[in-house]
C-alpha cells in the first residue's frame, strides 16, 4: 500500500469510527475525503456501509447507506461527465427497469386512488426504486472502465477494513442490544433500531472476503470468523443459522482443490463441533430455542408459510402486469388473503407481485442477451464475489430485498468481473488467430 493509500485508507476507518461512535456529520466528512484521495474506497464502503448502517441515522428515513450511496451516483455521473467517449452497456437494462418502475408506479397508484392504501408520494417512491437500477448500471460501467486489478486492490482494503469494523460492530451491539420476542415464542437479541435477519445475511455475505486476502495473517480470519460467528448467534437469525450450515458445507469445495484437504476439514469440523456441544457452548445463545419451541410450521418461520401462500395468491390474481413497487401495497394485498400485514420476505414472490409476467419476459431477455459474459472462471476475486453473492441471493428468499443496495452493488460488481474476463478472453483468442494467420 502506498503512502497516499494508507492515509486514505486510514482516513476512511476514522470517518466509519466517527460516524458509530462519537459524530455522524464529521465521520461522513471524513469518509467522503478518503474518496476523493483513493477511489478504491468507493466498492469498499459500498459493501461495508450497510453492515454499520444502524448505528448511523442522521434524520428520520434518512441512514449513511441513503447518503453515501447519492454522493457514489454523482460521482459517476461526475466521473462519465468527464470522460464523454467512454460507451456505456447495459442501456436496455436501464431503459428496461425505468419502463418497468413506471408501469408499476401508474399500477400503485390506480390502488391509491381506490383507498387501497392510505400514502403515496410518487416522486420520493420513483428515485428511491430508480436509484438502485442508476446505480448498479453507472458502477458496473465505472468497474468495467478501471481494470480487474482496480477491483482486486479494492477488496484487499475491504479485507483490511473488516478487521476494523466488525470489532466496531461488536462493541456497538454490546452496548446497544435488546431482548425481545419477535414472530417467535424464543428470547432473542438484537442491535437496537435493526432487522436483525437482514443484518445476520449482510455480515454472513462478508466470511468469503475474510480468506480473499491470502497474505492475511490466519489468526485475524479466525478472530473475524468468530467475531461475525458471536453476533449471528446473538441474533438467533434462523436464515442466518441456515445460511451458516450452508457456507460451512460449500467452503472447502469452493477454496479447497484436493480431496485430502476436504477430508482433512469435515473430519476438524466434526471435532469442533462435538467439543462446542459437549460443554454447552451453544446453550448460552436461543438459536435453537427458535426452531424447537413450537410445532407450528408458522411460529418456526416467523409467519412467512402464510405469508408465502398469500404472496403467490396475490401474485395470480393479477399475473400479467403485477401491482408496482411498494411495500404498503405489498403488505396491503398479503393482509387481504392472509390478515397479515407484512410484505412477502421472498424475493422472487415480490418481483413477481412487483412485475407480474412482463417482468418475468424482462428478465429472460437479459439473461439471454448477456449470460455469455458468465464464463464463470474460478479465479479467486471472481470465485470471491461469487460466494458472497451467492449468500445474499439465498438469504433474500426469506426477505423482500428487491431493493436491497448491497445486492445490486454485489451483483454488478460480480458482472463486471465476469464482462471483464470475457473481454480479456477476446482479445487473447483475437490476437493468437491474428499472429496465426
Not at 89 to 114: C, K, M, Q, R
Not at 268 to 292: A, G, H, K, P, Q
Not at 302 to 325: D, H, M, T, V
Request: proline share 2%.
Amino acid at each position: 500500500m502506498k503512502k497516499f493509500e494508507l492515509i486514505a485508507f486510514s482516513i476512511n476507518l476514522v470517518g466509519i469510527f466517527l460516524c458509530i461512535f462519537i459524530n455522524k456529520f464529521v465521520g461522513l466528512g471524513f469518509i467522503i475525503s478518503s474518496v476523493f484521495l483513493d477511489k478504491k474506497l468507493i466498492l469498499v464502503n459500498l459493501i461495508l456501509t450497510p453492515v454499520y448502517e444502524t448505528a448511523v441515522v442522521f434524520v428520520e428515513g434518512i441512514s449513511l447507506t441513503k447518503v453515501l450511496y447519492s454522493f457514489y451516483i454523482f460521482i459517476f455521473i461526475l466521473y462519465f461527465y468527464k470522460n464523454k467517449n467512454i460507451k456505456l452497456i447495459l442501456i436496455d437494462f436501464l431503459v428496461l427497469f425505468s419502463i418497468l418502475l413506471v408501469l408499476g408506479l401508474v399500477n400503485v397508484s390506480y390502488y391509491y386512488e381506490t383507498g387501497v392504501i392510505d400514502d403515496f408520494p410518487l416522486l420520493s417512491m420513483f428515485f428511491y426504486y430508480f436509484s438502485r437500477v442508476v446505480l448498479f448500471f453507472l458502477f458496473f460501467n465505472y468497474l468495467i472502465n478501471k481494470s480487474e486489478e482496480f477491483i482486486v486492490k479494492s477488496t484487499n482494503y475491504l479485507c483490511l477494513a473488516l478487521i476494523f469494523v466488525i470489532p466496531f460492530l461488536i462493541f456497538y451491539f454490546q452496548a446497544n442490544s435488546i431482548d425481545i420476542n419477535w414472530y417467535n415464542k424464543a428470547q432473542r437479541t438484537i442491535l437496537a433500531g435493526s432487522d436483525p435477519n437482514e443484518l445476520s445475511i449482510i455480515i454472513i455475505s462478508l466470511f468469503p472476503f475474510f480468506l480473499f486476502k491470502k497474505k492475511l495473517n490466519i489468526i485475524f480470519k479466525v478472530l473475524l470468523a468468530f467475531g461475525c460467528s458471536y453476533l449471528l448467534f446473538s441474533f438467533a437469525s434462523r436464515s442466518s443459522l441456515v445460511l451458516l450450515l450452508l457456507l460451512i458445507i460449500l467452503f472447502p469445495f469452493y477454496y479447497f482443490s484436493k480431496n485430502k484437504n476436504i477430508a482433512l476439514y469435515f473430519l476438524l469440523l466434526f471435532v469442533v463441533s462435538n467439543i462446542l456441544f459437549e460443554y454447552n457452548v451453544f446453550d448460552n445463545f436461543n438459536m435453537i430455542n427458535r426452531f424447537v419451541l413450537s410445532n407450528d410450521i408458522n411460529d418456526v418461520t416467523g409467519n412467512r408459510f402464510n405469508l408465502y401462500k398469500a404472496s403467490l395468491q396475490g401474485f395470480l390474481e393479477n399475473p400479467i402486469i403485477g401491482y408496482g413497487p411498494s411495500n404498503s401495497l405489498a403488505a396491503a394485498i398479503n393482509f387481504k388473503n392472509s390478515r397479515i400485514d407484512l410484505v412477502s420476505h421472498n424475493i422472487i414472490l415480490e418481483f413477481l407481485m412487483t412485475f407480474g409476467i412482463i417482468g418475468v419476459l424482462a428478465f429472460i431477455y437479459l439473461y439471454t442477451r448477456y449470460n455469455k459474459y458468465f464464463i464463470r472462471e474460478k479465479n479467486h476475486i471472481t470465485k470471491t464475489f461469487q460466494f458472497s453473492l451467492l449468500f445474499l441471493l439465498v438469504g433474500s428468499l426469506s426477505l423482500s430485498w428487491l431493493w436491497r443496495e448491497i445486492l445490486w452493488v454485489t451483483f454488478a460488481i460480480y458482472f463486471a468481473l465476469n464482462y471483464l474476463r470475457y473481454k480479456k478472453r477476446l482479445y487473447e483468442n483475437t490476437s493468437n488467430n491474428t499472429i496465426f494467420n
